[in-house]
Antibody, heavy 115, light 108 residues
């Protein structure tokens, strides 16, 4: 069965960096585009980033452009999100998902940006 | 960017009653619409995709309708486990993929 397991979240100070990982299993990872979605505490869902199956096409939300970098390693069946210059408003649970609608969800990983 | 607007923000319903949730897109998204249910402390769960196709293991009391810019999620007879927040999402025109702000279905 499809599994997506996010990790790497934690508490970080404003301006700091964090790298999130997502381990995928149960499907042919290299065939799929992947995306990151986040949800701030008590708020709605926000799309963050998108990467094509071979990594050649990448998109970012305006709110993270220039600060976040998405990447993938198909051999390791893994998706990554490098987050730099973190702000308080980046505090959220981050989910990695197979687009375009989302039928499989992991537990997410919580990123808290606070001094 | 396609803006998704859900109404109402909160819906108070008695168990056994019907609940009707609305989602409006700022431009035509054909039938590229999904609905999710989210309970406290849990990840969202896909209910509906393609505007009206139930996802795997979703009970028949959940139904979706609409196309273009106006969409509806109907829960025919609310069960206790259905009290939650519901989100709609468009995937017709991206990036970005966009979500509605959510409707909280609470016990009346």
């Amino acid at each position: 069965q499809v599994q997506l397991v996010e990790s790497g979240g934690g508490l970080v100070r404003p301006g700091g960096s964090l790298r999130l990982s997502c381990a995928a299993s149960g499907f042919t990872f290299s065939d799929y585009y992947m995306t990151w979605i986040r949800q701030a505490p008590g708020k709605g869902l926000e799309w963050v980033s998108f990467i094509s199956s071979n990594g050649s096409t990448i998109y970012y939300a305006d709110s993270v452009k220039g600060r976040f970098t998405v990447s993938r390693d198909n051999a390791k069946r893994s998706l990554y999100l490098q987050m730099n210059s973190l702000r308080a408003e980046d505090t959220a649970v981050y989910y990695c998902l197979r687009p375009y609608y989302f039928d499989y969800w992991g537990q997410g990983t919580l990123v808290t940006v606070s001094s | 960017e396609i803006v998704m607007t859900q109404s109402p923000a909160t819906l108070s319903v008695s168990p056994g009653e019907r609940a009707t949730l609305s989602c409006r897109a700022s431009q035509n998204i054909r039938r590229s619409l999904a609905w999710y249910q989210q309970k406290p402390g849990q990840a969202p769960r896909l209910l509906i995709y393609g505007a009206s196709t139930r996802a795997t293991a979703i009970p028949a009391r959940f139904s979706g309708s609409g196309s273009g810019t106006e969409f509806t999620l109907t829960i025919s007879s609310l069960q206790s486990e259905d009290f939650a927040v519901y989100f709609c999402q468009q995937y017709h025109n991206w990036p970005p993929l966009t979500f509605g702000g959510g409707t909280k279905v609470e016990i009346k």
